[in-house]
């Protein structure tokens, strides 16, 4: 039975304890440094995605520039070379 009370009674004298002023002002102070934590880790959440989705959008840009270099390159390369096989035919036709 007396292991029981032990128990209870540290909640008993932690209760009685809380109630003095300098243990709420250091249980405020403690609230308050959790919240800072918390709000500091938040802000370095939104500062990591906000630079991964940076990064993922320019390489995205980066891919799209790319890309539609090669699809202009390839459509100048294909109208030269239908105007050579115009060219060619024509030429065939004079001869």
Do not use: F, Y
Not at 14 to 21: D, E, R, T
Not at 39 to 50: G, K, L, S
């Amino acid at each position: 039975m007396t292991k029981a009370l032990i128990p209870l009674a540290i909640v008993a004298t932690l209760g009685l304890a809380a109630c003095s002023p300098k243990a709420q002002n250091e249980a405020a102070e403690a609230a308050n440094t959790m919240a800072a934590d918390a709000n500091a880790t938040m802000a370095r959440a939104v500062n990591t995605t906000d630079a991964a989705v940076d990064k993922a959008l320019g390489a995205a840009e980066n891919n799209i520039d790319a890309t539609s270099n090669k699809v202009d390159k390839t459509a100048k390369d294909a109208k030269a070379a239908t105007g050579q096989a115009l060219k060619d035919a024509g030429n065939e036709i004079e001869d």
